[in-house]
């Protein structure tokens, strides 16, 4: 990182002063040496670095200007790729351990690696681009690879290499089958509607827990989206970031299926940009870097909308801002890491002072985390009290209490409102519907018994599939579920209804297409079952998870960028 620091640097300050390293008299002259001597002198003590590191950068990139020179013509005139390769260390025979490679881009990459192999003495090798290990069995080009790609040849043993090989297969294969069990789960939650007494279904809340009212493909999206989310969020605890990534990435796409105004009125899609980029980091993807920078401003413009320019629509819906602080602390520290990368030194220590400036307010007390801890809040509570709280050990104690009664008396809500549901859905069955008509009609009706009454009288037309006309049918033999459906296929009438079950032998399902109705709904049942189940274990049962950083791995990459940002300052000119 430091390297390429330096790199951008000084290609700024030749860019500046309009010097062209590839021509003379830096290249092809024969006082060529004595003038990068020069230019090394001369910047060295502006960028208060030694004079031969300075030299030495300037050398990379003038070989560096002159190869791309070469290679832009080869290409253009043959489609011949030139690729630099950055080998293992004591593979080649001088100390640079940077080479290039003249290749077409459509070969598949396992071609690429029997040359590097067969040229450099390496037997089992890897490809790695930015940050990605390249698929022998695709080519080049089908996985980013341009001209002038920069590749990181990584060596592995006999025993690595079949390891790896096995280890690979099956990641992929997992990571595969995570994505679609992950869509799979969440697509049978997105299209619940709350209607099935016995099954779990998800429902879009504000910040106060109330229930939003969103357009229903919308909703699917959403659900997906934050679904995605969820599993993606799980996998970075566990370290997974390459995964995670995956699950990111689509959640990031379902997200674009829903509307701005929505996305905007949201944090999560925020949120979602700040973990992707996390990720970006985690796995040292640094070509990823015009992507995340773009993903950064995405998230900063739609915290500004959702929560005010100074946090004023925060603190009037919550109360407070200081939980919601350690997402501007993530969002300024990966700022100030890729200022850094880009060269913008000044601009990258602007945004770790206020990311320091941050992390002493928000990093809790250990004393005081004890003593909350003591008095029976659990670790998640006392953190995010201290935060919310700036640090004030009682008012924490008294917030934390008041959160913990307002979601009682949520839970309290939800309790009544589920019974008064139950309620109306025993006097409709009792008017002569099926359970899941009633629960189906209230649930479009938003809980309003006439309006249920209404929807269930125009979809049964002028008849009522009463409970009389089914036992009837019951008394004949036939199962509760064919006679229902025998009922409402032929309006009503039990003489109708009894010749079309025994036409077709007691086995009558509303989709004739099914010869097996009942095994394969219930084998079918039980697989939505497993998935549903699978999903939501993913899904944090406390809705601040999000929140709940650590700021372990926060601490580190400041501790990492001080280290970086004050080289240049303790260097001898």
């Not at 950064?296 to 009037?316: I, P, S, T, V």
């Not at 929807?455 to 037309?461: A, C, D, K, M, V």
């Not at 002028?462 to 006309?469: A, L, M």
């Amino acid at each position: 990182m430091e390297e390429q620091n330096l790199e951008v640097k000084l290609k700024q300050m030749l860019k500046e002063e309009k010097i062209q390293l590839w021509n003379p008299p830096f290249t092809d002259d024969e006082s060529s040496c004595d003038h990068m001597q020069a230019l090394a002198e001369r910047f060295a003590p502006l960028l208060r670095l030694q004079v031969p590191e300075v030299g030495g950068a300037l050398e990379a990139i003038r070989q560096q200007a002159v190869s791309r020179g070469k290679g832009n013509k080869t290409y253009r005139e043959s489609r011949v790729a030139t690729l630099e390769l950055l080998l293992p260390r004591g593979c080649s025979q001088d100390s640079n351990t940077k080479k290039h490679l003249e290749t077409k881009l459509d070969v598949l990459v396992q071609e690429v690696v029997d040359r590097i192999g067969e040229e450099f003495g390496l037997k089992y090798i890897k490809l790695i681009l930015n940050g990605k290990t390249l698929s022998a069995d695709r080519p080049l080009d089908q996985q980013g690879v341009k001209n002038h790609s920069r590749m990181m040849v990584l060596k592995v043993s006999d025993a690595e290499w079949k390891l790896h090989q096995s280890e690979e297969e099956e990641k992929k294969k997992n990571q595969n089958q995570s994505l679609q069990r992950t869509q799979k789960g969440f697509q049978i939650l997105s299209e619940r509607d709350g209607s099935e007494d016995s099954s779990p279904f998800l429902e879009i809340a504000d910040q106060k827990g109330n229930p939003l009212k969103i357009p229903p493909e919308e909703k699917k999206a959403l659900i997906l989206a934050m679904g995605f989310h969820e599993k993606g969020r799980s996998l970075m605890k566990k370290k997974q970031f390459e995964n995670a990534l995956s699950h990111l990435l689509q959640a990031d796409q379902q997200f674009s299926l829903c509307g701005s105004s929505l996305l905007l009125s949201v944090d999560n899609f925020a949120v979602l940009q700040l973990d992707v980029v996390w990720c970006y980091r985690a796995l040292e993807a640094l070509s990823c870097l015009d992507d995340g920078r773009s993903r950064l401003q995405r998230a900063e413009e739609c915290f500004l909308k959702c929560y005010g320019e100074r946090r004023q629509r925060l603190l009037l819906i919550k109360g407070n801002t200081g939980r919601e602080e350690v997402l501007f602390l993530r969002l300024y520290l990966l700022q100030s890491l890729l200022s850094y990368i880009e060269g913008n030194d000044a601009q990258a220590r602007h945004q770790l002072s206020k990311v320091e400036a941050l992390y002493s307010r928000l990093c809790p007390d250990s004393d005081k985390m004890a003593q909350l801890m003591s008095l029976g809040f659990t670790e998640r509570e006392s953190r995010l009290g201290l935060r919310a709280c700036e640090g004030d050990l009682q008012e924490a104690a008294v917030h934390i209490s008041n959160q913990r009664q307002e979601r009682e008396e949520l839970k309290q809500r939800e309790r009544k409102k589920r019974s008064r549901r139950l309620e109306v859905i025993a006097t409709l069955t009792e008017l002569g519907y099926s359970r899941r008509d009633a629960a189906r009609a209230l649930h479009h009706a938003d809980g309003d018994v006439d309006r249920a009454y209404e929807i269930l009288l125009n979809s049964s037309g002028s008849f009522q599939v009463t409970e009389g006309s089914i036992e009837q049918l019951l008394y004949l033999g036939f199962q509760r579920e064919v006679s229902e459906a025998a009922l409402r296929m032929t309006g009503g009438d039990v003489q109708s209804a009894t010749q079309l079950l025994l036409d077709q032998q007691g086995a009558l399902v509303e989709s004739p297409s099914s010869e097996e109705p009942s095994t394969s709904s219930s084998h079918s049942a039980e697989e939505d079952s497993e998935l549903v189940n699978e999903v939501l274990e993913d899904i944090s049962r406390h809705e601040e998870d999000y929140l709940d950083l650590t700021l372990e791995e926060e601490s580190e990459l400041i501790a990492t960028m001080k280290s970086y940002l004050s080289r240049g300052h303790t260097h001898a000119v």
